[in-house]
């Protein structure tokens, strides 16, 4: 069997090629030990050092107790994992291996809580980066108890600060720069605001809240990258044979990749990210990268998948290879939903394209029944905008989305079945509907209604409380969703 990977190993293996990251100054502590920060993250900042830019390292620990399994896993091979990314670029399939060595630290905070707090006595800390969930950066009132870690991450990172704070008495250029990685709206100022509330409630000192306000940057970020985690089993051993070593913490993931901070482009000087070549933007304003992602790589999500699930489709690979659903997804991103948007068409043509050879990545089985969850809140967030451009000048909601929309509404016309709701396939067969219960009550009660079809799509779409606006009002909506759905009753019939 073959032996795990540790610094030994690698040393060998790498006939001298190989440098620790632990002899470098920790200039980046991470909150989070999963897959996606360290398919992202500290993929990134590896690159940067194997070209020289970045002469740091990083620390990293667990946000929550039960991260303590892979912390450890960590620690045993030396902070070194194997990332595989893998997919297509540039319309060819690759398969990219690389041993990350970033980690000069592996801490468990809630073991090692002095050995945590001693990290802010670090010169050299710079960066604070997180992934924590979006649970994981909410506010919980909780008490500050001497020698002990708190439980939230916001919580923690206050306690970080105000050794800081007293280590380095407060001097302005000693303040941190966070850059969560949460997957939610705003993270930096929800972050920050988390850390003054907990100081307020702690009854910390005015001079330090003020130190956290005006020296320490909370900046809003959006992360975009698939990290598919820990391979099959067999295809894991096959690596490992072929490798001569083993990889508790192997992970894999997609060539795509995409960090938009909001910051100044010169933090990149700190950070060499774009200068080592990453899909990094330093920008003024993260709402148009926001807008794009929801409007065209979650709208398209949204848009192809009741019509896929009601055809039979099971995968975005399978629906993006099929010759019609495949062309219809592509037709209504392109004609219908980058006209919308008011970025320049040809870039967002440019992204689009990116999104779909992200979707037919042969290594992603991503299933539409789990995207299908929560469906209507989706809608409303992915493809309402989308549809509102048009409605409020007037013209009619174009052809394809108009279609997505019938889809949604035929996937949720729905009965409750023992504890839940179910819907039909267009060959009958049964699924289940993942959505609020009594969303999918009123959703079910609109269907079952005492009145011609066309007036229960228009009392559909009338319902402010489904989808928050009068949708009926919409010039041409009602009519040509029930065209659709009378087109596809006598079908099925």
């Known amino acids: 069997m073959a032996s795990l990977l540790t610094e030994t190993l690698l040393a060998a293996a790498e006939d001298g090629r190989f440098t620790s990251a632990g002899s470098d100054p920790v200039r980046v502590l991470q909150v989070g030990e ?8 500290d993929w990134m900042l590896d690159g940067c050092r194997n070209q020289g830019l970045f002469p740091g ?28 990314i893998r997919g297509l670029e540039g319309g060819e399939r690759i398969e990219r291996r690389s041993v990350v060595s970033v980690f000069s630290n592996v801490l468990d905070p809630y073991e090692e809580w002095a050995s945590f ?50 280590t380095f008495a407060g001097a302005p250029d000693k303040g941190l720069i966070f850059l969560p990685c949460e997957l939610l709206e705003r993270n930096g100022d929800r972050l920050r605001e988390g850390v003054l509330r907990h100081a307020e409630e702690w009854g910390l ?25 820990y391979p099959d089993a067999e295809e894991a051993e096959r690596w490992f044979e072929r490798w001569g070593y083993r990889d508790e913490l192997l992970t894999t993931g997609e060539p795509y ?34 807008q794009r992602k929801v409007r065209i790589l979650n709208g398209a999500h949204t848009l192809m998948t009741p019509l896929g699930l009601l055809h039979g489709v099971e995968h975005v690979r399978e629906l993006m290879e099929h010759p019609e659903l495949g062309s219809f997804v ?48 989706k809608a409303k967030a992915r493809l309402l905008p989308s549809m509102a451009y048009y409605a409020e000048k007037g013209e009619p909601v174009p052809a394809g989305l108009a279609l997505g929309f019938a889809a949604l509404l035929r996937y949720y016309r729905v009965e409750r079945i023992g504890d839940g709701y ?56 009602a009519e040509a969703v029930a065209d659709h759905l009378a087109g596809w009753e006598r079908k099925e019939a």
Not at 34 to 41: A, I, Q, S
Not at 206 to 216: G, I
Not at 335 to 362: C, D, G, Q, T, W
């Open 422 to 477: 179910e819907g039909r396939s267009f060959a009958g067969e049964p699924y289940r509907v993942a959505d609020d219960a009594e969303l999918l009550g009123r959703i079910e009660q609109a269907w079952s209604a005492d009145c011609g079809e066309r007036e229960k799509v228009r009392r559909l779409l009338a319902d402010e409380t489904v989808w928050g606006i009068d949708l009926s009002a919409w010039k041409g909506l």
């Open 257 to 290: 990749h995409l960090w938009a901070i909001e910051a100044e482009p010169e933090l990149d000087e700190e950070l060499p990210l774009r200068q080592a070549g990453f899909n990094v933007h330093w920008t003024p304003d993260l709402k148009p990268f926001q």
């Open 57 to 84: 390292s990083v620390a990293v620990v667990q946000p929550r107790r039960s991260g303590k399994r892979k912390i450890e896993k960590l620690a045993a091979q030396d902070g070194l994992f194997t990332l595989v």
């Open 34 to 41: 999963g897959n996606f920060l360290r398919g992202f993250v």
């Open 117 to 166: 707090l001693a990290l802010a006595d670090g010169a050299e800390l710079r960066f604070v980066v997180s992934n924590t969930t979006e649970a994981g950066l909410a506010y919980r009132s909780e008490p500050m108890v001497p020698g002990e870690a708190p439980e939230s991450f916001p919580a923690k990172m206050t306690l970080l600060l105000l050794r800081r704070y007293e």
């Open 205 to 229: 000192p005015e001079a330090f809240q003020a130190w956290v306000r005006e020296h320490n940057r909370f900046l809003s970020t959006l992360v975009d990258r698939i990290v598919t985690g």
């Open 330 to 377: 592509r037709n209504t991103v392109e004609a219908e939903i980058i006209p919308s948007l008011p970025e320049p068409a040809e870039a967002m043509k440019a992204y689009a394209a990116e999104v779909y050879e992200r979707y037919l990545n042969p290594h992603l089985r991503h299933r539409l029944s789990d995207i299908a969850m929560n469906s209507i809140s």
